[in-house]
C-alpha cells in the first residue's frame, strides 16, 4: 500500500516479477519437464480458485460443485476438438464457447438455490457436481456423447496455424518445449483473468455482492435485486471455471469422468480459504502452495526414507493427506480468514472473538 | 372497520394505505390500516410496543406480503413488488435493529446504496469504460457529500460496525438517502441516544424534509416525535386507534388508555 508512494518502487518490484514469471519455466524445466506441467497445472488451479473466489469469497454462497463448472468446459473443449465427434474448432473459438456454457450451466445451479443459505446451499451445490460427473459417466448411451467412463482422448492441443502449443521448438537457440509454450499462453489468460477479478471486485457489481455477502434483507432494502446479483455471481464464477476446464483439455490431451470428483472440489475451496477468501492475492497464493507443496512432498518422501532407513515406511499420498488434515487445523486456530486475508473478511472473522 | 378514510383527497398524497391486513398464524397483526401520507410531511408512526409499528414497515417495503388492501405509492399500487423494486421506486428505509453492511467502511455503505441508481454491468466494470469511470467517480462523490450531510463525513474510512451508535444512525439514514427516496421511512431512529444527539437528529430530519424528502418515522421518544411530526398515526394492537396532529392525539383518551396508565406524552411511555 505504502508502495504507491514510490512508484519507482512499485515499477522496479513488477519489473522483478515479470522478470521471475518470465523465467520460471525454464528454472522449471531444468529440473524436470514434469515441473513445468505441474507449474501450468498450477496456473489452472489459480484460475480456477480464482474463479470460486467470486462466488465464495465475494458473494459469500458455499459452493462445493464447482468442479461441475471445471467439467462442463473441458468436455465442451473436448467434444469441439477431438476426433471423438471429428470436429476441430480452433482453441480461441472453443474457449469462449466453453465459458458460455458453463455460464448456463452456473445460471441452472443458481437459480433453483437463490432462495438457500449455507450448509444447505453447499449440500445441494455438492449434489450438483456429482451428478453432472455422473451424467458425464452414462452420457454413453443411446447416443454416445461423452464416451463414459472411457473419457474423450487425442483432444486437439492449442495451436495457431500450423503453430501448435503441443510441439517443441527453438527460438533464438532456446529450446520452447510444449508445456512451456503452454506456461506462456496460461500465464497471458491468468494475468487477464486477475485484471478481471480486481475490475469486478471493485465495482458497483463488486459492491453489491459485498453488501448481500454482509446482511441480505438489507441489501434487497436497498435496492439491490439480489437475485439478479446472485445468479451474475454464479454464472461469472462458472465462466471461470469453463475457461480452466478448457484449457485443462488442451493441456492433458485426454479427460475422463475421473478428473472431476468431489475431491477436486473441495481442494479448490480449500486454496481460496487457505489463501484468503475475497482477496485475489492470497487465493492466487493459496492455489500455487496447495499445487506445488503436493507435488514436492510426492519427490521428496520417498527418497528421504530410503535414505534414511532404507525402504519406504509411509507413502507420500498418506503423508500428503496427514499434512493436510493438519494445516487445516492450524489454519483454522491460528489464521482462520487465511494467509492474506482481505481486510473485509478478515474483520467477519474476528468478530466472534470480539 | 375504524380505517380507510382518506382525509388527504389523493392529490397531495405521497402514500396511500387502504385497508390493510396482515396476518401470522392466527395473529392479526395489522387490521384494517389505512392512512395516506402528504408530500413534504414527516408523519409519525406511534403505538406501545407490538403494535404492529414494523409490521407495517416490513409490508410497506415488501419484505411481508400483505392479506389484503395495500399501498398506492405516488399513484402506483406497490402490491408484488419486491424489496430492492420498492426501493426503485422511491421508499428506502432503516431498520429499528440497525443492519448496516457492519465490515465495510461508511463510504463503501453508501455507496452501496446508490446501486439502485446507477446502471454499470459486469462488461462496464471489466471493460472500465469511460461511462463506468464516469458513475464511479460520481457514486463516490455522492456518497462523500452525503457523509457530510448526516455529519460524520470525518468517519468515511472507518468501518461501520465500529462506529459508536449514534452515527451508525446516521450512517443508516445516509445509505437510505443515498437512494435518491420520496419517502424516507425511519424505523426508531433516536433508539439509543441521549438528549443531545436526538436534537441532534432532529435537526437533521427537518433538514431532511425541508430538502424535498418525505418521512415517515416510527418512534418512541415522545418528545421528538411530538414536536417534530405534523401528524401522528397511533396503532394498538395492529389497530389504527387515532390519526391527527400530535397536540389532538395527545388528548385522546384511546390513546391515552393504549399507553397504559395514560401519562399524556411528554413524559415517555411506559411500555
Not at chain 1, 441480505?216 to 451474475?232: Q, V
Not at chain 2, 399501498?71 to 422511491?90: E, H, K
Amino acid at each position: 500500500m505504502n508502495l504507491s508512494a514510490h512508484p519507482r518502487a512499485k515499477w522496479f518490484g513488477l519489473a522483478l516479477i515479470a522478470l521471475a514469471l518470465i523465467g520460471l519455466p525454464f528454472a522449471l524445466a531444468s529440473v524436470g519437464t514434469a515441473w513445468v506441467r505441474i507449474g501450468n497445472l498450477a496456473i489452472l488451479f489459480v484460475f480456477l480458485s480464482l474463479g470460486l473466489n467470486i462466488v465464495v469469497g465475494f458473494a459469500g454462497l458455499l459452493d462445493l460443485g464447482y468442479v461441475a463448472f471445471y467439467a462442463v468446459g473441458a468436455y465442451t473443449y473436448a467434444l469441439l476438438a477431438s476426433p471423438h465427434f471429428n470436429l476441430h474448432l480452433p482453441f480461441w473459438v472453443i474457449l469462449p464457447i466453453g465459458a458460455l456454457v458453463a455460464c448456463a450451466f452456473g445460471v441452472l445451479l443458481g437459480a433453483p438455490t437463490l432462495k438457500l443459505r449455507g450448509d444447505y446451499l453447499a449440500i445441494v451445490t455438492l449434489g450438483f457436481g456429482e451428478i453432472v460427473r455422473i451424467f458425464l459417466n452414462n452420457l454413453s448411451q443411446p447416443v454416445n456423447i461423452t464416451n463414459g467412463p472411457q473419457g474423450i482422448s487425442r483432444i486437439d492441443p492449442f495451436s495457431f496455424g500450423s503453430f501448435s502449443f503441443s510441439k517443441n521448438e527453438t527460438i533464438f537457440g532456446l529450446m520452447f518445449s510444449g508445456p512451456i509454450k503452454y506456461y506462456y499462453i496460461l500465464l497471458a489468460i491468468l494475468l487477464l483473468a486477475i485484471v478481471v477479478n480486481l475490475r469486478l471486485q471493485h465495482s458497483r457489481i463488486g459492491r453489491a455482492w459485498e453488501a448481500i455477502r454482509e446482511d441480505e434483507t438489507a441489501a434487497r432494502a436497498m435496492g439491490i435485486d439480489t437475485t439478479r446479483i446472485k445468479l451474475l455471481a454464479f454464472a461469472m464464477g462458472a465462466s471461470f471455471g469453463g475457461i480452466a476446464g478448457g484449457m485443462f483439455a488442451a493441456i492433458q490431451g485426454f479427460i475422463s469422468p475421473e478428473s472431476f470428483v468431489l475431491v477436486e472440489s473441495i481442494m479448490v475451496l480449500s486454496m481460496v480459504v487457505l489463501g484468503g477468501m475475497g482477496n485475489i492475492w492470497g487465493v492466487v497464493l493459496g492455489a500455487v502452495l496447495l499445487s506445488f507443496v503436493p507435488e514436492l512432498l510426492r519427490y521428496t518422501v520417498e527418497p528421504v526414507q530410503r535414505y534414511l532407513f532404507g525402504r519406504t515406511f509411509i507413502e507420500p499420498e498418506v503423508i500428503r493427506m496427514l499434512l493436510f488434515g493438519l494445516a487445516l487445523v492450524l489454519m483454522m486456530l491460528y489464521r482462520p480468514a487465511g494467509l492474506l486475508p482481505s481486510a473485509v473478511r478478515k474483520r467477519e472473522l474476528t468478530k466472534a472473538a470480539e | 372497520m375504524s380505517a380507510q378514510i382518506e382525509h388527504a383527497a389523493g392529490s397531495a398524497a405521497l402514500l396511500k394505505c387502504t385497508g390493510l391486513d396482515k396476518r401470522f398464524g392466527g395473529v392479526l397483526a395489522l387490521a384494517q390500516v389505512g392512512f395516506s401520507i402528504k408530500h413534504g410531511e414527516i408523519y409519525g408512526l406511534i403505538g406501545p410496543n407490538g403494535a404492529g409499528k414494523t409490521t407495517l414497515f416490513n409490508t410497506l417495503t415488501g419484505i411481508y406480503p400483505c392479506d389484503s388492501g395495500g399501498f398506492t405509492f405516488a399513484g402506483a399500487p406497490l402490491a408484488g413488488l419486491r424489496p430492492d423494486q420498492i426501493a426503485a421506486r422511491g421508499i428506502a428505509r432503516t431498520f429499528q435493529n440497525i443492519r448496516l453492511f457492519g465490515n465495510l467502511s461508511a463510504l463503501d455503505n453508501v455507496m452501496i446504496g446508490r446501486h439502485v441508481r446507477t446502471g454499470a454491468g459486469v462488461f462496464g466494470a471489466i471493460l472500465r469504460t469511460r461511462a463506468t469511470l464516469a458513475e464511479e467517480a460520481a457514486i463516490e462523490k455522492r456518497a462523500l457529500e452525503l457523509l457530510v450531510y448526516v455529519g460524520i463525513a470525518a468517519r468515511a474510512n472507518d468501518v461501520a460496525r465500529q462506529l459508536p451508535y449514534g452515527d451508525q444512525r446516521r450512517l443508516e439514514i445516509a445509505r437510505a438517502l443515498a437512494t435518491d427516496p420520496k419517502l424516507l421511512a425511519l424505523d426508531e431512529p433516536a433508539a439509543g441516544m441521549n438528549a443531545t444527539e436526538t436534537l441532534e437528529l432532529r435537526k437533521l430530519l427537518e433538514r431532511i424534509r425541508a430538502d424535498g424528502t418525505t418521512i415517515l418515522l416510527i418512534e418512541h421518544d415522545m418528545k421528538l416525535v411530538m414536536g417534530l411530526c405534523d401528524r401522528v398515526l397511533v396503532l394498538d394492537y395492529g389497530k389504527k386507534i387515532a390519526e391527527g396532529p400530535p397536540r389532538e392525539v395527545q388528548r385522546d383518551p384511546r390513546v391515552i388508555a393504549a399507553y397504559l396508565g395514560g401519562v399524556p406524552a411528554g413524559g415517555g411511555e411506559a411500555a
